[in-house]
């Protein structure tokens, strides 16, 4: 018998990082199929272990699961979003280009804004960045996930994908 898959993570309630690699597959096929754009946006939690060192469990996960929820108000119905590691979050975009990451990108930063005033889910400030890729004719998808968390995790400035 084999081992069941955890499709949720039990934190965040968004799809866990097993269950991307269950449809991400199905969704490469069906972009290529009827010519549909796919992106990845990454969404990083900076200092998020500092952050968890200092504040109760229940604190954290609480947090956890007030940025999947604002991330999740944010996405459409189309998109998939997973929690990827313990301080990032992967949206899959299906049918977002360039410009749409961009859109996308810039709410978030909005949205995220008085966070780091610590005017979110707690008093204590939490920086949160975010960088998208797009999936072109010369990319691999491993690429472009590679890309678009690298721009949320530059803290430079001069990387050249979509971040704030």
């Known amino acids: 018998m084999g081992v069941a898959?955890?499709?949720?993570?039990?934190?965040?309630?968004?799809?866990?990082?097993?269950?991307?690699?269950?449809?991400?597959?199905?969704?490469?096929?069906?972009?290529?199929?009827?010519g549909v754009v796919l992106s990845v946006m990454s969404v990083?939690?900076?200092?998020?272990?500092?952050?968890?060192h200092a504040e109760p469990a229940s604190t954290v996960d609480g947090v956890v699961r007030t940025i999947a929820n604002t991330l999740l108000t944010n996405l459409r119905l189309t998109d998939f979003l997973f929690r990827w590691e313990d301080d990032e979050f992967l949206a899959l975009l299906v049918e977002a280009d360039l410009e749409a990451c961009k859109l996308k990108v810039a709410r978030l930063g909005e949205t995220f804004k008085p966070w780091r005033e610590g005017k979110g889910p707690t008093p204590r400030p939490l920086k949160v960045r975010a960088g998208a890729a797009t999936l072109t004719g010369d990319l691999?998808?491993?690429?472009?996930?590679?890309?678009?968390?690298?721009a949320a995790r530059d803290t430079s400035g001069e990387f050249s994908a979509i971040r704030v």
């Not at 990083?44 to 968890?52: H, I, Q, R, T």
């Open 140 to 150: 691999v998808f491993a690429g472009v996930l590679q890309i678009a968390r690298a």
């Open 44 to 52: 990083v939690l900076s200092d998020w272990d500092a952050f968890v």
């Open 5 to 34: 898959l955890l499709i949720r993570d039990p934190h965040s309630g968004a799809y866990s990082r097993a269950f991307f690699d269950e449809i991400i597959e199905r969704e490469l096929e069906r972009a290529r199929r009827h």
